[in-house]
């Protein structure tokens, strides 16, 4: 007979304590009878609780067309990145080119005042490096955004004030030395939306394409500073043309059909699993409960941004989560068909049911990846709903393998132990 190694039932406990530790966490997140001490709200997207729709033009006239592409996914990238330094997630944020006209649409879940959406994303807005002339008049320099790579929140070494941090690509370090070592001792201001936002003065030629912004302010005005240069470094011009508030999409009763619909199935689930297989049924169930609670808590924490593709993708995992425990569990019929050992039964059913579940996962997370496009490749034009279902798929999955294989396998353990013991 094959030798299998049997898990040590003194460390049970511990794995038992494990599970309610972490179920308790992840209850107080999800449905926390006070105030949490921090705060974790449900963000939901825009058809389930409206918000804003901007369009934009982009000026790409003077761009040649072989870069053309390039900017664009660059200008689409940086308004996700400027949207998203003000809290928002999972904008839905797309491009649109007809007819020689290039377009970028923005969906901003739970925004309904527009002016504050355009606000955050920006109008015309293009980063601008200014030098004083002779009159002490400010004049544009050939340094803009455009070349400013990154900016960031530092603390100086000596003082521990807040300073902000420029990183310029390669050209831009080129320009920016210049630009300092022509006016060491002067001020040379930063203007956006040609408002001036800083005017820090040059010590000395700065070179290597990093510099720091030192001045009398607090942390709260260093943050603000930073937002503004990241988002003012815009690659191509941009234009508001067309601006409105949009309901929930679905509507306040489709809503409320969708979650009936996703609680009376699971709770058919629930009674399939218990019909079935009984007391191991059972078990399956307090796992199942176990799942929805730690995914319910992740939404909040990471945040997820909750659409109806997104609660599909959430019953679709509940689905491959009682996929896995009735594989192990015919699994685990089969070798007490066979007359071994109660505890060889489950910890052999448990073995070898994990090589198909691995691989049945495995192939549904490739795929969830390719929806969520991580990566942003161009050739894979995925809209935030389709984003929203992979990764709540993917989160679903990773919790139900938590769930189905530690979690059930030592509830498992327990009534077997205590079923010996009654022996």
Avoid: C
Avoid at 7 to 27: D, E, R, T, Y
């Amino acid at each position: 007979m094959k030798r299998v190694w049997f898990p040590n039932m003194g460390k049970l406990s511990h794995k038992i304590a494990v599970i309610v530790i972490v179920f308790l966490a992840a209850l107080y997140v999800a449905f926390p009878f006070q105030k949490p001490f921090l705060n974790y709200d449900l963000k939901l997207g825009l058809d389930l609780v409206g918000g804003s729709y901007l369009v934009f033009e982009a000026d790409t006239k003077g761009i040649d067309e072989s870069k053309k592409t390039e900017a664009l996914q660059s200008l689409r990238g940086v308004i996700e990145s400027r949207v998203n330094l003000f809290g928002i997630s999972e904008p839905n944020i797309q491009l649109s080119s007809f007819e020689q006209s290039d377009k970028i649409i923005v969906e901003l879940p739970g925004i309904r005042d527009t002016q504050e959406a355009i606000s955050l994303v920006g109008k015309t807005a293009q980063l601008i490096f200014l030098e004083l002339n002779d009159e002490g008049n400010p004049v544009e320099a050939e340094l803009t955004g455009a070349r400013l790579k990154s900016s960031r929140v530092d603390f100086d070494q000596v003082s521990g004030s807040p300073v902000v941090t420029l990183e310029f690509d390669e050209e831009g370090a080129e320009l920016f030395a210049r630009l300092t070592g022509r006016n060491i001792g002067k001020q040379v201001p930063i203007a956006l939306d040609n408002q001036i936002i800083s005017a820090p003065v040059v010590e000395s030629e700065i070179r290597g394409g990093s510099a720091i912004i030192r001045g009398e302010f607090d942390l709260e005005e260093a943050k603000a500073l930073s937002i503004q240069l990241n988002a003012g470094a815009l690659p191509v011009p941009i234009e508001l043309v067309s601006e409105r508030t949009v309901g929930a999409s679905l509507g306040a009763e489709s809503i409320d059909k969708s979650i009936r619909a996703g609680t009376y199935g699971i709770i058919l689930v629930f009674l399939f699993m218990i019909i079935f297989y009984g007391k191991l049924g059972l078990v399956a169930d307090i796992g199942l409960i176990v799942f929805g609670v730690i995914t319910f808590a992740l939404y909040k924490i990471i945040p997820v941004v909750l659409t109806l593709p997104g609660i599909a993708g959430f019953i679709l995992s509940v689905g491959m989560a009682v996929d896995s425990n009735i594989l192990i569990f015919e699994r685990f019929r089969e070798e007490k068909r066979k007359g071994v050992n109660i505890t060889y039964a489950l910890e052999t059913s448990f073995d070898r049911a994990w090589d198909s579940i691995k691989d049945a996962n495995i192939a549904t997370l490739v795929t969830a990846f390719i929806l969520a496009n991580p990566l942003n490749w161009s050739f894979l034009h995925t809209s935030g709903p389709v984003r929203g279902f992979a990764i709540t798929l993917a989160l679903g999955i990773g919790v139900s393998l938590f769930t189905g294989i530690f979690v059930s396998r030592n509830l498992l353990r327990l009534i077997i132990r205590d079923k010996e013991r009654a022996k």
